[in-house]
Nanobody
Framework: QVQLLESGGGSVQAGGSLRLSCAASRYTVRTRCMGWFRQAPGKEREGVAALSVDGRTSIADSVKGRFAISRDNAKNTLYLQMYSLKPEDTAMYYC??????????????????WGQGTQVTVSS
């Protein structure tokens, strides 16, 4: 059974940084498109970033220039590096796998596998 386990969330002040990790079990992160999405209380889910097999990234405008997606093939882990965090970045963050051939940040809903999420809280 495929498992995606997110970690690295926490509480930070505005302007701070966090790096989220998504460790995969029974799944090889470099072989499929993977991505991150988030959901804030009372709001719809929002795609954040996606990373294709060939290293192409797709980043939402709301986080472009502040967030970066990457992976470590040896550790079989997907990352989301977040800089210059804002209160509006507060949300539960999830990783998703098998987003499809287009591998666009908004394709998370097509993801075959989702993790359980890690909470990010940014205070002003």
């Amino acid at each position: 059974q495929v498992q995606l386990l997110e970690s690295g969330g926490g509480s930070v002040q505005a302007g701070g940084s966090l790096r989220l990790s998504c460790a995969a079990s029974r799944y090889t992160v470099r072989t499929r498109c993977m991505g991150w999405f988030r959901q804030a209380p009372g709001k719809e889910r929002e795609g954040v970033a996606a990373l294709s097999v060939d290293g192409r990234t797709s980043i939402a405008d709301s986080v472009k220039g502040r967030f970066a997606i990457s992976r470590d093939n040896a550790k079989n882990t997907l990352y989301l590096q977040m800089y210059s965090l804002k209160p509006e970045d507060t949300a539960m963050y999830y990783c998703a796998a098998d987003l499809g051939y287009r591998c666009y940040y908004s394709d998370y809903a097509a993801g075959r596998y989702w993790g359980q999420g890690t909470q990010v809280t940014v205070s002003s």
